[in-house]
C-alpha cells in the first residue's frame, strides 16, 4: 500500500503561485509514475503534469511553461510548483502515485485563483 497526502493548496490572485506538495509513505519501492490531476467543478479529472520513474516529464498543454513537477527522494515528496495561475486553474488537485498495475490517489488539496 501506497499513502499520498498532498498540501500547499489555497486561495491566490492571478498572477499568483503556489507550491504543492505530495508526501509518500508505505510501500514506495518500484513506483513507476508519479503526477498531477486536477478535477474542476462539473469537469472530468484531468493529468497537470507527471514524472516518471527515470526522471522524465510530461506536461499537459494547458500548463506548459508555468508548472513545474518535481521530486525530492531522499523526503519522498514530489512537488508541483505552480505559477502565473488562472481562474480557469481553480480545482482540485490530486496527487497519484502508478506502481506496477496498481494506482493511489490522495485526498485532494483545493487551489482556488480569483480573478
Known amino acids: 500500500q501506497v499513502q499520498l497526502v498532498e498540501s500547499g493548496g489555497g486561495l491566490v490572485q492571478a498572477g499568483g503561485s503556489l507550491r504543492l506538495s505530495c508526501a509518500i509513505s508505505g510501500s514506495i519501492f518500484s513506483i513507476n509514475a508519479m503526477g498531477w490531476y486536477r478535477q474542476a467543478p462539473g469537469k472530468q479529472r484531468e493529468l497537470v503534469a507527471r514524472?516518471?520513474?527515470?526522471?522524465?516529464?510530461n506536461y499537459a498543454d494547458f500548463v506548459k511553461g508555468r508548472f513545474t513537477i518535481s521530486r525530492d527522494n531522499a523526503k519522498n515528496t514530489v512537488y508541483l510548483q505552480m505559477n502565473s495561475l488562472e481562474p480557469e486553474d481553480t480545482a482540485v488537485y490530486y496527487c497519484?502515485?502508478?506502481?506496477?498495475?496498481?494506482?493511489?490517489w490522495g485526498q485532494g488539496t483545493q487551489v482556488t485563483v480569483s480573478s
Open positions: 497519484n502515485a502508478v506502481q506496477g498495475y496498481r494506482v493511489y
Open positions: 514524472i516518471i520513474s527515470g526522471g522524465s516529464t
